[in-house]
């Protein structure tokens, strides 16, 4: 069963300990791992905000209220759950610079210190430079070489694969 534990595990491993082979190339926000029993997923960005990784937890099915007016979200995140999220990472040996968001959001992100591994960064600045065959399509090339530099990165040790983001 997918726990947040588990979830946590695959995602901080990909981030931070997944060696990506040379010709393979990850878009910069990253990956999704879904947590269906509790209706979040939660993000992995190699580099978010300063370029530093950031772990994101967020509602997957959003529900409106109208308040005043207003569609706002029924069930946004928990109080405290964006601080139990920076809690447990720091538990883990990783030091947290800011968080952003959180209850009354439905989205909640925390920004780490320490930086992704670099061949996950490599991988990251390939995918920035574009398609090397085809500049003027840059990260929209479609051919078959950018394609199959996209599928040879490593994906997370898990089957909790969101299709988020
Ligand atoms: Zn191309």
Same mark, same amino acid.
């Given at each position: ?7 946590? !595990?695959?995602?901080? @491993?990909?981030? %931070? ?7 393979? @190339?990850?878009? @910069? ?8 029993? &509790? ?28 308040? !005043? ?14 601080? &139990? ?9 990783? !030091?947290? !610079? ?9 989205? *909640? ?13 490599? &991988?990251?600045?390939? %995918?920035?430079? *574009?398609?090397?065959? @085809? ?31």
């Amino acid at each position: 069963m997918t726990t947040l534990d588990s979830v946590l !595990d695959a995602g901080l @491993h990909w981030l %931070y300990e997944t060696e990506q082979p040379d010709n393979s @190339h990850q878009q @910069h926000h990253g990956i999704a791992l879904g947590l269906p029993a &509790a209706n979040r997923w939660y993000g992995f960005s190699p580099t978010g905000a300063r370029n530093l990784p950031v772990v994101s937890v967020n509602v997957s099915k959003v529900e409106y209220k109208t308040d !005043d007016g207003d569609q706002v979200p029924a069930n946004p995140l928990e109080p405290g759950e964006l601080e &139990a999220l920076a809690d447990e990472l720091r538990r883990r040996g990783f !030091d947290v !610079d800011s968080t952003w968001n959180g209850h009354l959001a439905v989205t *909640g992100s925390v920004g780490l210190v320490r930086t992704a591994h670099p061949a996950l960064l490599a &991988a990251v600045g390939r %995918y920035r430079r *574009g398609c090397p065959e @085809h500049p003027q399509r840059g990260v929209f090339c479609d051919c078959e070489a950018w394609q199959a530099e996209a599928t040879r990165i490593i994906a997370p040790l898990t089957t909790s694969v969101a299709a988020s983001t």
